[in-house]
């Protein structure tokens, strides 16, 4: 079973511009690679205009053939575009009330510019999950 995410960076308007993530949603895992590997502004605009994920991993990472598990790099993001060939994947923007309705995710990440946040859809708890330094590139 699968626990979705979206993640999301907030944009100046207080529009959020993000994207869907399929598996491992939980901030243990998906929390915890945010705040560790995506502190950078730049960085996390990468990370969406890879648009919807299966898999996030610790890079962006390259090409690779979605469906032969055994040559996956584990340390890469696995996209639906980008390795699966979909279509319809491209980020997209919405207003922070309008991504609470969608109860089809169960976790929503928002990086600020300096920080992650985690929005808990089922204790409906919006909580800083870890602080972070914004990194200068």
Known sequence: MATRSHIGVRNTDGTIDY???HYDGYPQH???ILAEHYQNINKVRQLLDLGSLSILSEEIGEKQDFNNRT???EKWCLAYGRDRGESDTSKRTAYFNDLLKDDNVDY???FDGDYWECYDT???DFI????TQPVQS
């Open 19 to 21: 994207i869907y993530c």
């Open 30 to 32: 998906n929390g915890k």
């Open 71 to 73: 040559t996956h790099n």
């Open 108 to 110: 929503l990440y928002v």
């Open 122 to 124: 089922y204790s409906k």
């Open 128 to 131: 800083n999950l870890y602080k």
